[in-house]
């Protein structure tokens, strides 16, 4: 552990309404600068098993809550944070290494809608009923919460991930322990603060820092657990099934993805190429949803590439706090150097390299030397089975292939393990309609990307995920339902 020389911001974890200190500590970096800033809770069985016994004796006093009740505390708890929202957004973007206009714009905003809109949705779901004349019967069904929710999020979107889980987790009446990044819990610690003055009685959330290996496993295997929503990579989603597979837990797994982008000959240029440029590098080309293949019909390539890379080179790379500035720092010194490596694959395979690493260089402000920055990178003439067109990079790197028939570009886009989003791009509906069915994606957009309306199904299909989120279904993944008989 290196030596600190300014006083670090130290965190607890929040367990029964309470902060408590943790016997062990791990040390948490500013991406923009390389400095150790915060120390987080280096929490293991102990710790989850604290905050799973305030989150067991919070239950039947939440569950009884009515909706409306519930939907009160959330909304307050999203004007609290939506209050605090620059001091949100100047931590978030400090913590993650994203630009302050990102986290001011996107993340935070984003965060105060989820607890909104679940506070709002939970109110309006119904349930079933169905008549049986000639036996006498009716048959209606009950919903009712699970219990402990474990919530485990990632480090790219860390606040608004961790709050599209705990609000449709508590809005339907169970109580949670969550589990953010250990790369990146401030945010969540943060907003435990607001709970009490919110309204959530002790217990309903609680909030354990740690890593995945020690903290997150503990909360994976605990038996008092019945449910865990994951959001993270493919490979910790095959680890989460295994570990939990001895408690038939359920589960909910939003994993990575290797989005195309699809570029017809009768594209709009104008609309396709920022929108293309945002989806491939925006917050570092770090959201599962960013295009990272983009397919161009033959007949546009080279007039889109010579666009798409000019307007690339005009994205500025630097402080995240200067709301000039359109890319951050990469999560992690470790991160970075792993998508820099895809890069040197695709060169050493004899790909093109057209603009950013290793081609143009990087001029970084003094204080951000050390800091895990790297240009927008476009490659060309990559092969469909290379690794950088195979495997999830999750940074700001993209590929540029060209393809000559509708059906031929299906094949290749659908040719990839991963199946979460994908774009297309033509002013043809019949086209957009037929491509878009048969696309191997759970969310697929045409002329835009990142619309998205909360009430309907996210998730991805294949290595993408198991189970979507949204209004109903976050409902339905969140409780358990009975049918009930009656005989009159
Ligand atoms: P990750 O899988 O390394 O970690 C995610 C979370 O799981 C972290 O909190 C981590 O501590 C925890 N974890 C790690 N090992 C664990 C274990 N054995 N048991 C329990 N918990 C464990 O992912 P990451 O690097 O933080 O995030 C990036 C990945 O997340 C990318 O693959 C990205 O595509 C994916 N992602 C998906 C979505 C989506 O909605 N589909 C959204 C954002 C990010």
């Given at each position: 552990?290196?030596?600190?020389?300014?006083?670090?911001?130290?965190?607890?974890?929040?367990?029964?309404?309470?902060?408590?200190?943790?016997?062990?500590?791990?040390?948490?970096?500013?991406?923009?600068?390389?400095?150790?800033?915060?120390?987080?809770?280096?929490?293991?069985?102990?710790?989850?098993?604290?905050?799973?016994?305030?989150?067991?004796?919070?239950?039947?006093?939440?569950?009884?809550?009515?909706?409306?009740?519930?939907?009160?505390?959330?909304?307050?708890?999203?004007?609290?944070?939506?209050?605090?929202?620059?001091?949100?957004?100047?931590?978030?973007?400090?913590?993650?290494?994203?630009?302050?206009?990102?986290?001011?714009?996107?993340?935070?905003?984003?965060?105060?809608?989820?607890?909104?809109?679940?506070?709002?949705?939970?109110?309006?779901?119904?349930?079933?009923?169905?008549?049986?004349?000639?036996?006498?019967?009716?048959?209606?069904?009950?919903?009712?919460?699970?219990?402990?929710?474990?919530?485990?999020?990632?480090?790219?979107?860390?606040?608004?991930?961790?709050?599209?889980?705990?609000?449709?987790?508590?809005?339907?009446?169970?109580?949670?322990?969550?589990?953010?990044?250990?790369?990146?819990?401030?945010?969540?610690?943060?907003?435990?603060?607001?709970?009490?003055?919110?309204?959530?009685?002790?217990?309903?959330?609680?909030?354990?820092?740690?890593?995945?290996?020690?903290?997150?496993?503990?909360?994976?295997?605990?038996?008092?657990?019945?449910?865990?929503?994951?959001?993270?990579?493919?490979?910790?989603?095959?680890?989460?099934?295994?570990?939990?597979?001895?408690?038939?837990?359920?589960?909910?797994?939003?994993?990575?993805?290797?989005?195309?982008?699809?570029?017809?000959?009768?594209?709009?240029?104008?609309?396709?190429?920022?929108?293309?440029?945002?989806?491939?590098?925006?917050?570092?080309?770090?959201?599962?949803?960013?295009?990272?293949?983009?397919?161009?019909?033959?007949?546009?390539?080279?007039?889109?590439?010579?666009?798409?890379?000019?307007?690339?080179?005009?994205?500025?790379?630097?402080?995240?706090?200067?709301?000039?500035?359109?890319?951050?720092?990469?999560?992690?010194?470790?991160?970075?150097?792993?998508?820099?490596?895809?890069?040197?694959?695709?060169?050493?395979?004899?790909a093109r390299v057209l603009c950013g690493e290793g081609v143009d260089s990087l001029a970084l402000p003094t204080g951000n030397q050390k800091g895990y920055f790297m240009l927008p990178t476009v490659i060309a003439e990559v092969k469909d089975e290379s690794c950088c067109m195979q495997e999830e990079i999750f940074g700001p790197v993209t590929c540029v292939v060209a393809f000559d028939t509708e059906e031929e570009v299906i094949e290749r886009a659908n040719s990839v393990k991963y199946g979460l989003a994908a774009t297309v791009w033509s002013s043809n509906v019949g086209r957009v309609h037929r491509v878009a069915q048969r696309l191997q994606a759970g969310l697929v957009w045409t002329n835009c990307w990142l619309v998205r309306d909360l009430n309907l199904p996210f998730g991805g299909m294949k290595a993408s995920g198991i189970g979507r989120e949204g209004a109903k279904d976050s409902y339905e993944f969140f409780t358990e339902?009975?049918?009930?008989?009656?005989?009159?």
């Amino acid at each position: 552990m290196m030596a600190h020389s300014k006083a670090l911001l130290v965190l607890e974890n929040f367990i029964g309404g309470k902060f408590v200190p943790c016997s062990s500590y791990i040390d948490s970096y500013n991406p923009s600068t390389g400095d150790v800033y915060c120390r987080v809770p280096d929490s293991g069985k102990e710790e989850v098993e604290a905050a799973v016994k305030a989150a067991k004796v919070a239950f039947p006093i939440w569950s009884s809550k009515s909706p409306l009740e519930r939907s009160q505390i959330l909304n307050k708890l999203a004007d609290l944070i939506e209050r605090d929202l620059e001091a949100f957004a100047q931590a978030e973007s400090k913590d993650q290494g994203k630009t302050i206009t990102f986290a001011r714009t996107v993340d935070i905003p984003r965060a105060v809608y989820n607890f909104r809109f679940f506070a709002s949705s939970i109110l309006h779901h119904t349930t079933e009923c169905t008549e049986m004349a000639t036996m006498s019967c009716m048959h209606y069904t009950s919903r009712t919460p699970v219990g402990v929710a474990g919530l485990i999020s990632p480090w790219n979107l860390p606040l608004y991930l961790l709050t599209w889980k705990i609000a449709p987790a508590i809005a339907c009446g169970n109580t949670v322990v969550a589990k953010p990044s250990e790369m990146t819990s401030v945010t969540a610690w943060m907003m435990c603060k607001l709970l009490e003055k919110a309204g959530v009685p002790h217990g309903v959330v609680n909030v354990v820092f740690g890593t995945g290996a020690r903290a997150g496993e503990a909360l994976v295997c605990h038996p008092d657990v019945p449910l865990i929503s994951f959001t993270g990579s493919t490979l910790t989603a095959q680890r989460i099934t295994e570990k939990s597979a001895p408690h038939c837990k359920r589960l909910s797994l939003e994993l990575g993805g290797k989005n195309p982008a699809i570029v017809f000959d009768d594209a709009d240029l104008l609309q396709c190429i920022p929108t293309t440029l945002r989806s491939s590098f925006a917050n570092q080309g770090e959201i599962c949803l960013c295009t990272s293949r983009i397919f161009i019909q033959r007949g546009i390539y080279s007039e889109f590439l010579k666009r798409f890379v000019a307007e690339a080179k005009k994205w500025k790379v630097g402080n995240p706090s200067d709301p000039t500035v359109d890319v951050g720092a990469l999560i992690s010194k470790e991160h970075l150097e792993k998508v820099r490596s895809y890069v040197k694959k695709a060169q050493a395979e004899g790909a093109r390299v057209l603009c950013g690493e290793g081609v143009d260089s990087l001029a970084l402000p003094t204080g951000n030397q050390k800091g895990y920055f790297m240009l927008p990178t476009v490659i060309a003439e990559v092969k469909d089975e290379s690794c950088c067109m195979q495997e999830e990079i999750f940074g700001p790197v993209t590929c540029v292939v060209a393809f000559d028939t509708e059906e031929e570009v299906i094949e290749r886009a659908n040719s990839v393990k991963y199946g979460l989003a994908a774009t297309v791009w033509s002013s043809n509906v019949g086209r957009v309609h037929r491509v878009a069915q048969r696309l191997q994606a759970g969310l697929v957009w045409t002329n835009c990307w990142l619309v998205r309306d909360l009430n309907l199904p996210f998730g991805g299909m294949k290595a993408s995920g198991i189970g979507r989120e949204g209004a109903k279904d976050s409902y339905e993944f969140f409780t358990e339902v009975k049918t009930i008989t009656i005989k009159h």
